[in-house]
Nanobody, 113 residues
Framework: QLQASGGGLVQPGGSLRLSCATS????????MTWYRQAPGKQREFVAG???????DYADSVKGRFTISRDNGQDTVYLQMNSLKPEDTAVYYC?????????WGQGTQVTVSS
């Protein structure tokens, strides 16, 4: 199971930290990824972190968002700074290990003044 939390309403330029707590699988060997889906748009990649903590980001969030993982707590985080209205979306966490894929339920992030 994946349980995402930490979303909310924030003003442009503000920050939020999303968390995705997991259970039921061997967290440390899974690649963890954040995706987001804005109204009327397809789900898109935001940031990913491999089992050895190698990270990658969508160009739209590079320099503003940071993904990290705590293998002791089986949790992945997304620190979001300098938020923009276009970051408004439902954010989903994903766990992948070749043939196994799990999705969380999503947490709403709204950036508005």
């Amino acid at each position: 199971q994946l349980q995402a939390s930490g979303g909310g309403l924030v003003q442009p330029g503000g920050s939020l930290r999303l968390s995705c707590a997991t259970s039921g699988f061997t967290f440390g060997i899974y690649r963890m990824t954040w995706y987001r889906q804005a109204p009327g748009k397809q789900r898109e990649f935001v940031a990913g972190i491999s089992s050895n903590s190698r990270t990658d980001y969508a160009d739209s969030v590079k320099g503003r968002f940071t993904i990290s993982r705590d293998n002791g707590q089986d949790t992945v985080y997304l620190q979001m700074n300098s938020l923009k209205p276009e970051d408004t979306a439902v954010y989903y966490c994903n766990a992948q290990y070749p043939a196994h894929v799990y999705w969380g339920q999503g947490t709403q992030v709204t950036v508005s003044s």
